[in-house]
């Protein structure tokens, strides 16, 4: 079996801090997993597998610092940082064959890696629905 899943999520957040300073953050982040594997069939319905591969994760950031404007021009501080990385990607899932030809598949998927002193991990509950022909 093989699978190649394609994730996307963009976030903003914004906060204003005592010392009268507004806070933005937009975060984006893409990535694409391959991960063939192994499929243990139980009977003519139940089938379950583990996979193991590789994925591209695409990660950036956007910061910006401004204060509350009180009539004068102000600076706002700006920092961008963008990370891409290809760890090891793996998983495990299941498939249900209800009726012949037609198969519905569940499953998990995750990768990790350390950037610095953070460890950074994205999990994904897959579904998908299948035909034979």
């Known amino acids: 079996m093989g699978s190649l899943s394609y994730m996307t ?8 801090a005592a010392n ?6 937009r975060y984006r982040y ?7 594997g ?13 996979v193991i591969g590789i994925n591209y994760d695409d990660y950036s950031s956007h910061f910006r610092q401004s204060p509350f ?7 706002t501080n700006h920092s961008r940082s963008e ?6 990607a793996y998983g495990a899932g299941a498939q249900i064959n209800l009726v012949e030809n037609m198969v ?3 499953g998990y998927e995750a990768s990790r890696f350390n950037h610095g002193e953070q460890t950074l991990t994205r999990n994904s509950l897959l579904f998908g629905v299948g035909y034979r022909f």
Do not use: H
Request: a positive charge; hydrophobic letters at 35%; glycine letters at 6%.
């Open 9 to 16: 999520a963009n976030a903003c957040s914004s906060w204003a």
């Open 30 to 36: 893409s990535g694409v997993s391959l991960t063939p």
């Open 83 to 88: 990370l891409k990385k290809t760890p090891p």
């Open 69 to 75: 404007k009180t009539g004068d021009a102000t600076a």
């Open 20 to 25: 009268k300073v507004q806070n933005d953050l």
């Open 38 to 50: 192994p499929v243990w069939r139980f009977n003519d319905y139940v089938s379950v597998y583990g």
């Open 104 to 106: 519905i598949d569940l």
